[in-house]
């Protein structure tokens, strides 16, 4: 994605031929709310044989709208993944910037949804507010349909009288609620990541990992040691994985290490998905290597079930 590209260049670029359903949102994590809006739109595309398109962002809007950094849940290309998988045709991630901020919302019904993306439905939740303006769902329903734009507006998904949310999904990642965190998003929360050289911590003490490359921008579970399962190319393997900052062996960056149980490939430069199951522990600074070596066994049994 070439992120010096600019928002009006990325829309002229665009060329879409048949008439479309299209739905719009940063989708951070395809949680079972921006299923709802992503169902709906597969269902109504293979209906009326529509194209169906999901229209997103290369960054989170809060990153440039408040100068803020949003912790993701999951990276553009494992959502494309899942959005291909579930049928959707076309997934766009178009840049945030300053011409897009400065556009009305009208503007934006008119050049981007009805005469670059031939919209002949938009699919959205009931809360969604986009343009300038930031005009409402309603509002934006009243005037799409003067232009012959059916709109679906998708009423928010609540469990236990709580909205789901990809900032309430983040908040539970950071706490360690990873059971709450999967409910909300349908599967584990996971890590994808390249896997690169690290201080060869694990290996001089018997337990090999693979220390994940990880963005900056990427949310991470609380520290501790966690029970993962590891996809490796087709095949998925149990994981003991550790969040933090090795405090055993001095002052270090925070990383995430998996040590990958009956496994022993060299993956170095390989991209690996680390789905976390369930908190073992927090992390500990060890007396002794030899008091964490005993450790690590005693997680590994627990991981094991013996």
Do not use: W
Request: with cysteine; hydrophobic share 40%.
């Amino acid at each position: 994605m070439d992120s010096s590209i600019s928002f009006k260049e990325y829309i002229d670029k665009i060329n879409i031929k048949r008439k479309s359903v299209v739905t719009i949102g940063n989708f951070d994590g395809l949680h079972l709310g921006h299923m709802q809006l992503i169902d709906r739109t597969v269902e109504i595309a293979e209906r009326e044989n529509l194209l169906s398109i999901i229209f997103s962002y290369e960054v989170h809007p809060l990153n440039v709208l408040y100068k803020k950094l949003v912790h993701i849940i999951m990276p553009h290309e494992e959502k494309e993944r899942i959005l291909f998988e579930k049928g959707i045709n076309t997934v766009l991630f178009a840049p945030f910037d300053e011409s897009l901020q400065n556009q009305s919302a009208r503007q934006f019904c008119d050049e981007v949804l009805i005469d670059r993306l031939k919209a002949q439905y938009l699919i959205m939740g009931q809360d969604a507010r986009f343009g300038k303006e930031m005009l409402s769902a309603e509002e934006i329903k009243k005037y799409l349909e003067t232009k012959g734009v059916k709109v679906e507006l998708v009423p928010l998904l609540k469990k236990d009288g709580i909205r789901i949310s990809s900032s309430g999904i983040r908040s539970l990642v950071e706490q360690g609620n990873l059971d709450l965190a999967r409910e909300y998003l349908g599967r584990p929360f996971a890590i994808i990541g390249r896997v690169v050289h690290g201080k060869k911590i694990g290996k001089s003490i018997g337990f090999p990992t693979a220390n994940m490359e990880l963005e900056r921008d990427q949310v991470l579970p609380q520290t501790g040691v966690y029970e993962t399962l590891v996809y490796y190319r087709d095949r998925v393997y149990k994981g003991a994985t550790s969040v933090g900052k090795n405090p055993t062996f001095g002052e270090n960056p925070i990383t995430v290490e998996t040590y990958i149980l009956d496994f022993d490939e060299n993956i170095y430069g390989r991209s690996i998905k680390v789905e976390f199951i369930k908190k073992l522990r927090g992390e500990i600074t060890f007396a002794t290597k030899e008091d964490l070596i005993k450790q690590m066994q005693d997680d590994v049994r627990q991981i094991r079930g013996v």
